[in-house]
């Protein structure tokens, strides 16, 4: 009885992995190979730009590009104030030291996340405190977080300590996966409850929406980054978005070695950061940030085409952006079966590794915190949606050059 039930469930679950690899294969069937995942596009400015900072030499930290690159980040997201850095990691390890995070404390992060949010909390000298994503955003759970917090926390002098660890809880870091956004409100109003400062990991959702306000500049202090596979790239890069002036002066001077402005003296009055982001990297941001309206165009025309392709195939979602969330659908995934049941790993693996014979490149879910050795004894609460999510999703192909 149990074995038919499992055999039943193996033949659908194969029978689901040949249609979305067949159905891939046709939709890219004229498109030149590889199929990238999401690979950069550079057909604007982007060669006049980077020229112009060879032939000026002005190539490093300083230079015209930079001011232009943030300025342009402030004005797209709304943002009072944007500070361009080497890459996003690093604007996570900043935007948790502005946040007054100090070591030896935890941070509430979502265990379903790319591993530069954990490495982040480490760099600073903190311990990630592994939570829960919800089914249906793919980010931080507030109802799981809530729950979690009235059990185990606990306010004393003015801190919120983690009752079982005996550290303090130093800030909570949502990430808005694949760009969609986190319930904001639910998250700010637990944050608020307990007096523990919220820090946006926006990574990945530059161009998305939250209730018409761009993500990142509803915590007040937040990370962009501008990755090879991001929508918008710099080569490496990355972006604090900033609410308060001092502390967007602050941030600046952290990331540029804390020196002091002075004609010909070094003097430096803190330990300071070399996070400070190069021109030509900012070049190539500023002729990206003039593409990005056109990007977000194409990559939401795609979406309509993946609904029509996967419309009625069974035991398989496309996952579509929050109703209160306009999303920059950075990546799309199908998400297989219902709720919380397991999808045939073996069926799941001859997904990713069909495509990639016919060079069409998927990937799954990144591997959730708890399993990776450096992480795996972080504290946590129980991570069931995360596991779950982790087995049965395929990120398939989502460029603005598709
Ligand atoms: C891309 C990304 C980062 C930052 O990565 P960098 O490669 O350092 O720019 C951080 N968090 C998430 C969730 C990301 O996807």
């Not at 979406?303 to 996952?319: G, I, M, N, T």
Request: charged share 25%; glycine share 8%.
């Amino acid at each position: 009885m149990m074995s038919e039930m499992k055999n039943s469930t193996i033949s659908r679950d194969r029978r689901v992995a040949d249609c979305i690899v067949e159905r891939l294969d046709s939709f890219f069937k004229d498109h030149p190979r590889p199929v990238e995942l999401h690979g950069p596009v550079f057909d604007g400015n982007e060669e006049k730009y980077v020229r112009e900072c060879v032939v000026t030499r002005w190539v490093s930290s300083a230079g015209a590009f930079v001011g232009k690159f943030e300025q342009m980040l402030a004005e797209y997201t709304g943002s009072p104030y944007a500070v361009a850095v080497t890459n996003g990691t690093v604007a996570l390890h900043m935007a948790l030291l502005l946040a007054g995070v100090e070591r030896g404390e935890e941070v509430l992060i979502p265990s379903l996340t790319f591993v530069a949010t954990a490495n982040a909390v480490s760099h600073a000298g903190c311990i990630p405190h592994l939570c829960d994503v919800s089914e249906t955003t793919l980010g931080l759970d507030p109802v799981k977080l809530s729950d979690w917090l009235d059990e185990i926390g606990e306010k004393r002098d003015g801190k919120v300590f983690n009752r079982l660890s005996g550290r303090a809880i130093g800030a909570i870091m949502p990430m808005h996966a694949f760009g969609h956004p986190v319930q904001l409100d639910e998250l700010l109003e637990i944050a608020d409850k307990w007096g523990i400062p919220l820090v946006e990991d926006a990574a990945e959702s530059l161009g998305s929406f939250y209730k018409g306000r761009h993500t990142g500049t509803i915590s007040g202090i937040a990370a962009l980054s501008f990755n090879g596979n991001k929508t918008v790239t710099t080569g490496g890069g990355g972006a604090l978005l900033i609410r308060d002036a001092e502390l967007a002066k602050r941030a600046k001077h952290l990331t540029t070695t804390a020196k002091k402005p002075h004609a010909y003296r070094f003097i430096h009055d803190d330990v300071g950061y070399n996070y400070r982001m190069p021109n030509i990297n900012a070049a190539l941001g500023v002729a990206q940030m003039e593409n990005l309206e056109r990007f977000l165009g194409r990559k939401r025309q795609l979406v309509e085409e993946y609904k029509k392709l996967f419309a009625d195939l069974a035991d398989c979602r496309l996952f579509i952006e929050p109703s209160y969330a306009q999303s920059n659908y950075w990546l799309n995934c199908l998400i297989l079966q219902g709720e919380q049941s397991l999808f045939d790993q073996a069926c799941l693996e001859s997904i990713f590794e069909r495509l990639a014979e016919k060079d069409i490149q998927t990937r799954p879910f990144w591997e959730p915190m708890h399993k990776l050795p450096m992480y795996e004894k972080c504290p946590s609460m129980p991570l069931a949606v995360s596991d779950s999510l982790n087995s049965r999703t395929v990120c398939i192909p989502s460029g603005p050059g598709l």
